[in-house]
C-alpha cells in the first residue's frame, strides 16, 4: 500500500534563516506531488506541483521554493523565513492527469511558526 | 473571489441532529471530491461525486452532486461526537483540470 511521510510535524524558526521541509512517498511510481499551505482551520491554497522529477510549477509567487530531486521526495524550502510564512504545510500525491486525476492523499502536514 | 463557496462555514450542533452542508459555485467541474480533516492531521477522501446528480452514501453520510455539476452537498444523519471535523469539498474544473477548494466548514457535534 501507498504511503506519504512528511517531517518534521512541528517546527519553530526565526524569522530569516532557512527551511526545508521534506515529503517522500512509498509504494508507487512517477506520482504527481503537491505542497498545499493551510490557514487556521481553513481551506487550501497551493502552493507548487510537479508532476516528475525537476519539474515544478509555481501557483502563488513567494518566499517559497520547492524541488523534486527524486521521483518519490518532494522538498519546500526557503532561504529566509518571514513571519507571513507561518502556517500548516501539507504535502499530497495523486495518480493521472495532474490535478484532475485522483484524489489527493495527504501527509499528516507541518505546523510552521515564524517568530 | 472564491471559485467554491461552502456554508456555513462554522456549525455546532447537538449529537442526534442532522445537518447539511453545501458547496456552491458558478463554475461547472468535471468531478468534485469530499474530504474531512481532524485537527493536526491532512485531510482524507470522504468521496468523489462525478455525475451530475449522482448520490453517494457512505453509513450516515449522503453526498450529491448537482444537476449542472456546480454544487454539492453533504448531509449527515443522527450526527455523532465522533463526526466533528473540518469538512472541505474540491471541485476538479472542467478544461484546466485544476482542483479547487472551497474554504471548508468547521463541525462540532456536542455530545
Known amino acids: 500500500s501507498q504511503t506519504i511521510h512528511q517531517w518534521p510535524a512541528t517546527l519553530v524558526q526565526p524569522v530569516g534563516s532557512p527551511l526545508s521541509l521534506e515529503c517522500t512517498v512509498e509504494?508507487?511510481?512517477?506520482?504527481?506531488l503537491y505542497w498545499y499551505r493551510q490557514a487556521a482551520g481553513r481551506g487550501l491554497q497551493l502552493l507548487f506541483y510537479?508532476?516528475?522529477?525537476?519539474?515544478i510549477s509555481s501557483e502563488v509567487p513567494q518566499n517559497l521554493s520547492a524541488s523534486r530531486p527524486q521521483d518519490r521526495q518532494f522538498i519546500l524550502s526557503s532561504k529566509k523565513l518571514l513571519l507571513s510564512d507561518s502556517g500548516f504545510y501539507l504535502c499530497?500525491?495523486?495518480?493521472?492527469?495532474?490535478?484532475?486525476?485522483?484524489?489527493?492523499?495527504f501527509g499528516n502536514g507541518t505546523r510552521l511558526t515564524v517568530t | 473571489t472564491q471559485l467554491l463557496e461552502q456554508s456555513p462555514q462554522f456549525l455546532s450542533i447537538q449529537e442526534g441532529e442532522n445537518l447539511t452542508v453545501y458547496c456552491n459555485s458558478s463554475?461547472?467541474?468535471?468531478?468534485l471530491q469530499w474530504y474531512r480533516q481532524e485537527p493536526g492531521e491532512g485531510p482524507v477522501l470522504l468521496v468523489t461525486v462525478v455525475t451530475g446528480g449522482e448520490v453517494k452514501k457512505l453509513k450516515r453520510l449522503t453526498f450529491q452532486f448537482g444537476d449542472a455539476r456546480k454544487d454539492s452537498s453533504l448531509h449527515i444523519t443522527a450526527a455523532q461526537p465522533g463526526d466533528t471535523g473540518l469538512y472541505l469539498c474540491?471541485?476538479?474544473?472542467?478544461?484546466?483540470?485544476?482542483?479547487?477548494f472551497g474554504q471548508g466548514t468547521r463541525l462540532t457535534i456536542n455530545p
Open positions: 509504494g508507487t511510481s512517477n506520482p504527481n
Open positions: 474540491a471541485g476538479v474544473t472542467q478544461g484546466a483540470q485544476k482542483l479547487v
Open positions: 463554475s461547472v467541474f468535471s468531478s
Open positions: 499530497a500525491w495523486n495518480r493521472g492527469a495532474g490535478q484532475g486525476g485522483s484524489p489527493l492523499h
Open positions: 510537479s508532476v516528475g522529477i525537476g519539474q
